[in-house]
């Protein structure tokens, strides 16, 4: 199982950038693939969340209205489309990958932040918004 993330660079705030996580060794029907963010001695904070189940979508409040991930099973490839960045956006991104059992499927939409909830991690990208 690999994931490999990329698409990270150099924006100017207001800016917008599109990440890219290609998964490999799995179908992504069976996992949540989640968007972490780590800034300089700050905790590694969720982002985002795609079910591979239904598609059901989730966002942390400070990327509401700005940040979409989205998903192509043909590709086995998931985005985050970046929109209206912020200086505060300044991270490594990761994203992990959550083999979607029972349990964890019906109560995703309170799980998906927590670290430990991903069974395997991809290498991050960075992503720097400053003018």
């Known amino acids: 199982v690999q994931l490999q993330a990329s698409g990270g660079g150099l924006v100017q705030p207001g800016g917008s950038l599109r990440l890219s996580c290609a998964a490999s060794g799995f179908t992504l029907d069976d996992y949540a693939i989640g968007w972490f963010r780590q800034a300089p001695g700050e905790e590694r904070e969720g982002v985002s969340c795609?079910?591979?189940?239904?598609?059901?979508?989730y966002y942390a409040d400070s990327v509401k209205g700005r940040f979409t991930i989205s998903r192509d099973n043909a590709k086995n490839t998931v985005y985050l489309q970046m929109n209206m960045l912020k200086p505060e956006d300044t991270a490594v991104y990761y994203c992990?990958?959550?083999?979607?059992?029972?349990?964890?499927?019906?109560?995703?939409?309170?799980?998906?932040?927590?670290?430990?909830?991903?069974?395997?991690w991809g290498q991050g990208t960075q992503v720097t918004v400053s003018s």
């Open positions: 992990a990958a959550a083999r979607l059992s029972y349990s964890l499927q019906v109560r995703l939409w309170v799980l998906w932040p927590l670290r430990d909830q991903y069974d395997y």
């Open positions: 795609i079910s591979g189940s239904d598609g059901s979508t």
